[in-house]
């Protein structure tokens, strides 16, 4: 089993609907939790950290769930500019691990 | 501010040779991960270098190997390429160690031939 887990999409959803990912962990060692984003043959950019109370940015919404060991990414509204991959990231003290990410394409 | 910078951005070797990347943190990060990531894939994790100590590393063989210098600037070295190592290989800084967001430079694609 993978560290970090997730659906590989693609999801291919309508201009303005809302769209959730998942993203499973199995370490439940002390650890940090964030969203990237990818653009195709781009770099990883930080999207949003994860906080264990829920964390919003704008259309943006990142949940952290300890005892079912997942994160999730829900985006209201989704926008032409939103296609890419997303990426969640697990990370402790000496160790990072990135998803393989889910790609998202959102259609006129 | 000056992000993350990475060269060289494309190389191409040949199996068994040495490669040598380079990786200039951004202004007032004093901690540097570098990745492989292949296609289609997430980056996956190399080893991370915190005030140029190695400070934790990915399931990768030993001939990987890297350096963190005083500016806080990086190197990361691949020794006996193999062709698998075809990937491209970022770069990321942060302030304060792993559990602190990365900031990525675009990245050197390494071709094997």
């Known amino acids: 089993r993978k560290e970090v887990e997730q659906d590989p999409g693609p999801f291919n959803v309508p201009e303005g609907a809302t769209v959730a990912f998942n993203c499973t962990y199995s370490n439940s060692a002390s650890q940090s939790f964030f969203w990237y984003r990818q653009d195709c043959r781009k770099e990883p950019k930080l999207l949003m950290s994860?906080?264990?109370s829920g964390n919003e940015d704008g259309r943006f919404t990142a949940q952290l769930n300890r005892a079912s060991q997942y994160i999730s990414l829900l985006i209201r509204d989704s926008k032409l500019s939103d296609s890419a991959t997303y990426l969640c990231v697990w990370s402790s003290a000496s160790k990072i691990i990135f998803g393989s990410g889910t790609r998202l394409s959102i259609r006129p | 501010e000056t992000g993350v910078t990475q060269s060289p951005t494309h190389l191409i070797k040949t199996r068994g040779q040495q490669v040598t990347l380079r990786c200039s943190s951004q202004s007032g990060h004093n901690t540097v991960s570098w990745y492989q990531q292949a296609l289609g894939q997430g980056p996956q994790f190399i080893f991370q270098?915190?005030?140029?100590?190695?400070?934790g590393r990915g399931n990768f063989p030993p001939r990987f190997s890297g350096l963190q210098f005083p500016n806080y600037s990086s190197e990361l070295n691949v020794n006996a390429l193999e062709l698998d190592d075809s990937a491209l290989y970022l770069c990321a800084s942060s302030s304060g160690g792993p559990d602190q967001p990365q900031h990525f430079g675009d990245g050197t694609r390494l071709s094997i031939l």
């Open positions: 994860v906080y264990s």
């Open positions: 270098y915190y005030r140029e100590e190695e400070n």
